[in-house]
């Protein structure tokens, strides 16, 4: 879909990610869609697991609590460390990465609230450095969505947040934990649906120069995987900005198997208000 990735180091000045790597596209020629030096790697084969093929009950961060389901921790020492464009900012506008997760045969998940883990770009006034805490973030969750379908929108809003941060970091770039709690709870039965959380910055006093990227998970038994199995090679983009139309996140470089979220909530089985087992 793109006509060529390009290594420019004048976004990384313009960005000010020191020496990091930032790799972007031909088109636009300063603004790149992912950060980090993955595209220079192959993607390693992962070896299957009891885990990563039956789901596990690790204890998850404290930030997913109750949880449901969280992907794991983003590893900055671990292969192809990388985050994907999930923005809409004064940079780049209505960037949305899709995250897949499963609901198992039997479950009912009321879920209250949503995870996203993102490394963002702290820009400078003057020498002072500072992050924007994004007021609202732009949330979503689909069904029957694959490469270049969107598929059916179940739920939405626009909802109050939370950053944290969660001490990680890539090429310069800090990692937060955006959490939002829903206005009122959703209901998901038994199968697969995409999530996506959007942080929102466009107001140019406030935030100019700030960008977000969905962090990436990419070893075989994550930090805190907490739930059913995880998705791996299923995430798409889809960005009117970057041109992309619900495209599969692994043809954008090779860290994107899955990114680092969660769905925060209860769960009950078959009817009964039995508890689920995560």
Same mark, same amino acid.
């Given at each position: ?110 879920? %209250? ?76 039965? %038994? ?88």
């Amino acid at each position: 879909m793109f006509a060529s990735v390009a290594f420019l180091t004048g976004v990384m000045l313009s960005m000010g990610l020191g020496t990091g790597r930032v790799w972007a596209q031909s088109v636009p020629a300063t603004v790149g869609d992912y950060v980090g030096s993955s595209a220079l790697l192959s993607e390693p084969a992962a070896a299957p697991t009891s885990e990563t093929e039956t789901g596990i009950k690790a204890p998850a961060p404290a930030y997913c609590s109750p949880c449901l389901y969280y992907s794991g921790d983003f590893d900055p020492s671990g292969p192809n460390p990388d985050g994907l464009t999930d923005e809409n900012d004064t940079i780049v506008s209505l960037s949305q990465t899709l995250t897949p997760f499963s609901v198992p045969a039997g479950h009912t998940w009321l879920a %209250s609230g949503l995870l996203i883990n993102v490394l963002t770009t702290q820009p400078k006034t003057g020498r002072t450095t500072r992050v924007h805490m994004p007021k609202k973030v732009g949330w979503s969750v689909w069904t029957g969505t694959s490469a270049g379908v969107a598929g059916t929108l179940l739920f939405t809003g626009a909802t109050g947040a939370t950053l944290s941060e969660t001490g990680r970091s890539l090429a310069g770039l800090t990692e937060y934990t955006v959490l939002v709690t829903l206005p009122a709870p959703i209901t998901l039965g %038994s199968g697969t649906y995409f999530l996506n959380l959007m942080p929102q910055c466009t107001d140019s006093t406030a935030c100019s120069n700030q960008r977000f990227f969905a962090s990436d998970v990419e070893d075989a038994t994550p930090a805190h995987h907490h739930g059913p199995a995880n998705l791996l090679d299923q995430s798409l983009l889809s960005s009117n900005f970057f041109a992309a139309d619900y495209v599969a996140a692994t043809t954008q470089g090779a860290g994107f198997d899955l990114f680092s979220f969660g769905v925060i909530g209860t769960c009950s089985v078959n009817g009964t208000g039995a508890a689920c087992p995560f």
